[in-house]
């Protein structure tokens, strides 16, 4: 499956902003193709950065004293993965999307930077903020966190288990089984715990879009609330039937719309141009 990672806004319209989306465990960009197009039409320049491939679910890490990897049932408990180098993967990737896209035009990258994460890379951003200077090239005006993952797993199971705890849209398990480059039995693992602490400890001071399906196996719902509460802007959306891709799930349109309702706010430094004096619903 081609791996379109880039989205321009519609020829003629001025770019309303920046957006750079992480995906989660296993995926790969194409992962987020549908996404992509839908936000670039609202004149987004949106790009998909990969997953670092130093990635803290997959990787081993060697006792050095047993030389046993981690991840192995003698090895498990021997040595923690390796959340830092992942993060710092992670902060490379996003500062060498930003700069590319910054590079694009003579007036540098368009504003506001928007940070997307799903999954995996939505717990990968959040812990970013507890070491990265908001003086770093990729630091946003705002943050999307979408489908934050929970101490827990549903590892195990057939391709079809692994589908039905990501998402219940045809669509969508169609693109999952095509691209042959998403990573069975990545789905559903875990996530370490160190990388979690970091994430739900997140209290930077831009603001957040929190999203979360009603129906997600894998989200630790009272930890996301309490994250929602702790930040100093936060917005939480809990999505009626989604799964865990709940960018992806049935109500994508829904969820698209309400990502740009909130671009839309961050543009007007969160107090919208136009604002509901009256309404009958």
Not at 31 to 38: D, K, Q
Not at 90 to 97: D, I, N, S, Y
Not at 202 to 218: E, I, Q
Request: hydrophobic residues 45%.
């Amino acid at each position: 499956m081609t791996q379109t990672t880039d989205f321009h806004a519609p020829a003629g319209l001025r770019t309303r902003g920046t957006i750079l989306i992480v995906p989660g465990r296993g995926e790969t960009p194409a992962t987020y193709g549908r996404l992509g197009a839908r936000l670039a039409y609202d004149a987004y320049r949106v790009r998909i950065v990969n997953l670092p491939t130093t990635d803290p679910v997959t990787d081993p890490v060697t006792d050095p004293v047993t030389g046993t990897a981690a991840g192995t049932a003698a090895g498990a408990a021997a040595a923690p993965a390796p959340v830092a180098p992942f993060l710092d993967a992670l902060a490379r990737g996003l500062t060498e999307a930003a700069g590319d896209l910054g590079a694009e035009t003579a007036d540098g990258l368009p504003r506001p930077l928007v940070l997307v994460g799903s999954d995996l890379g939505a717990a990968g951003i959040a812990a970013l903020f507890a070491t990265a200077s908001p003086s770093a090239v990729w630091w946003p005006q705002a943050v999307v966190l979408a489908g934050l993952p929970g101490g827990g797993s549903q590892a195990g199971g057939g391709w079809d288990d692994e589908l039905d705890v990501r998402t219940a849209c045809p669509t969508h398990r169609g693109v999952l089984t095509g691209d042959t480059a998403v990573e069975r039995g990545a789905l559903a693992g875990p996530v370490p715990q160190d990388l979690l602490d970091a994430a739900y400890a997140n209290t930077a001071d831009v603001p957040h879009l929190l999203l979360v399906g009603d129906a997600d196996p894998l989200a630790d719902r009272d930890a996301i609330a309490r994250a929602a509460k702790t930040l100093p802007q936060a917005r939480l959306g809990v999505v009626r039937g989604a799964h865990h891709d709940v960018l992806n799930d049935l109500q994508h349109r829904s969820v698209a719309a309400e990502v740009v309702t909130f671009l839309e706010a961050v543009r007007e430094e969160l107090r919208p141009a136009v604002t509901v004096e009256a309404s009958a619903w």
